[in-house]
């Protein structure tokens, strides 16, 4: 699977969007791109997915650059319920696992 | 909204006992997951389950570890001697089918190994 980097930890205001950065340099055709996020140690939880179109669904919208090699997820009104660690994943769909990578920590802040 | 759910949320054992811990994944679910963090890492993939065998498993999984679905409901791994290292959050997740983009987690299972 490729790799992927994510900063660390992220800041954001309460009601403004949350931009979360994920590269893939070496990412496959046949990869997919997955986010997840863990809320104060719950069990993860699936927010998007997407191959190389960008996606939208009620929770957040995954933006995936042309070449693939970056993705950013958008969380357009972000809550301090969006407090969480997210997490950028790529996988071929055929895989059973997904592997978590150290994630991003994003705040929201009042 | 149907959920995984695990039993029990807290569980303490001492070192060399063994330890079961349950899962009840999503009624209709055809694959089953166990993943563990250990506390202030990431998580980390175990194994996962099909048709009644593993279908694939990491390192991490090693002869200490077996799982099992002792019936229609129940998902269960069995830790045979627990270490120190084994304390972690254990959790269980489940899918509709291999080529599912979502995999849904249960809340966990915290052991906690003395």
């Known amino acids: 699977d490729a790799k992927t980097t994510q900063p660390p930890s992220m800041d954001c205001a309460e009601g403004r969007a949350a931009n979360l950065p994920c590269n893939h340099s070496t990412i496959s055709g046949n990869e997919y791109v997955y986010w997840y996020r863990q809320i104060h140690s719950q069990g993860p939880q699936y927010i998007i997915h997407g191959l190389k179109n960008n996606e939208t669904n009620e929770m957040a919208s995954l933006i995936i650059t042309e070449d693939r090699k970056s993705s950013t997820l958008i969380l357009p009104h972000a809550t301090l319920r969006d407090t969480a660690v997210y997490y950028c994943?790529?996988?071929?769909?055929?895989?059973?696992?997904?592997?978590f990578g150290a994630g991003t920590r994003l705040t929201v802040k009042p | 909204e149907p959920e995984v759910t695990q039993t029990p949320s807290h569980q303490v054992t001492q070192m060399g006992q063994e330890v079961i811990l349950r899962c009840v994944p999503i009624s209709n679910h055809l694959y089953f997951y166990w993943y563990r963090q250990i506390l202030g890492q990431k998580v980390e993939f175990l194994v996962s389950?099909?048709?009644?065998?593993?279908?694939?498993k990491s390192e991490i999984f090693d002869d200490q570890f077996s799982v099992e679905r002792p019936d229609g409901s129940n998902f269960t791994l069995k830790i045979r001697s627990t270490k120190l290292e084994d304390s972690a959050m254990y959790f269980c997740?489940?899918?509709?089918?291999?080529?599912?983009?979502?995999?849904?987690f249960g809340p966990g299972t915290r052991l906690t190994v003395t």
């Open positions: 994943i790529v996988r071929v769909a055929s895989r059973n696992d997904m592997r």
């Open positions: 997740a489940s899918s509709p089918d291999r080529n599912s983009y979502e995999q849904y």
């Open positions: 389950f099909y048709n009644n065998e593993i279908s694939e």
